[in-house]
T-cell receptor
Framework: GIQVEQSPPDLILQEGANSTLRCNFS?????LQWFHQNPWGQLINLFY???GTKQNGRLSATTVATERYSLLYISSSQTTDSGVYFC???????????FGRGTSLIVHP | DGGITQSPKYLFRKEGQNVTLSCEQN?????MYWYRQDPGQGLRLIYY???????QKGDIAEGYSVSREKKESFPLTVTSAQKNPTAFYLC???????????FGQGTRLTVV
């Protein structure tokens, strides 16, 4: 199956800083989602982005499917951005999300 | 409210007992999934179902069983054959027109 690598594994920021999270995947994808897992374990949908660029407030994402990577940008980070960010592409004939190990983000006030 | 409901939120069981986790969705989604998450890890696929009365094993199906008798429901049974059942279990669903997956709030299972 598709392999997913996320970097960095851990990230510590001061409130107000910007950051870029990267997701590399091993195969062509038919779907890709970014999720934020909050401290209570809930997975929150951020982006559904098999290709192209999308923006939602302070967050934006870009997927370059031909080069097999996706980027999540967080600008002007806030303490509520803390948590784990997962990239979950799917490939082949199914649309089953496959997860990386995530990037753990801590934003200090 | 449309969404995915998992119950219970916390579950404690003695070793050797089977336990069933509930997952219900009212999004009219065809596909449903079960994942397991261990501390500091990503999500691993246990079972998935793309249509009623049909389901497939995921990467870590040993010691688990599922059923899909109704479109809305996809219960997961953790059997006594599962060696390390203590984990956080997440259920998800997705549709055919839009394949975006949505998750329930999870069930934390502790086996003592």
């Amino acid at each position: 199956g598709i392999q997913v690598e996320q970097s960095p594994p851990d990230l510590i920021l001061q409130e107000g800083a910007n950051s870029t999270l990267r997701c590399n995947f091993s195969d062509s994808v038919n779907n890709l989602q970014w999720f934020h897992q909050n401290p209570w374990g809930q997975l929150i949908n951020l982006f559904y982005i098999p290709s192209g660029t999308k923006q939602n407030g302070r967050l934006s994402a870009t997927t370059v499917a031909t080069e097999r990577y996706s980027l999540l940008y967080i600008s002007s980070s806030q303490t509520t951005d803390s948590g784990v960010y997962f990239c979950a592409p799917s490939s082949g004939g199914s649309y089953i999300p496959t997860f990386g190990r995530g990037t753990s983000l801590i934003v200090h006030p | 409210d449309g969404g995915i409901t998992q119950s219970p939120k916390y579950l404690f069981r003695k070793e050797g007992q089977n336990v069933t986790l509930s997952c219900e969705q009212n999004l009219n989604h065809d596909a449903m999934y079960w994942y397991r998450q261990d501390p500091g890890q990503g999500l691993r696929l246990i079972y998935y179902s793309q249509i009623v009365n049909d389901f497939q094993k995921g990467d870590i199906a040993e010691g688990y069983s599922v059923s899909r008798e109704k479109k809305e429901s996809f219960p997961l049974t953790v059997t006594s054959a599962q060696k390390n059942p203590t984990a956080f279990y997440l259920c998800a669903s997705s549709g055919m027109a839009s394949t975006e997956a949505f998750f329930g709030q999870g069930t934390r299972l502790t086996v003592v």
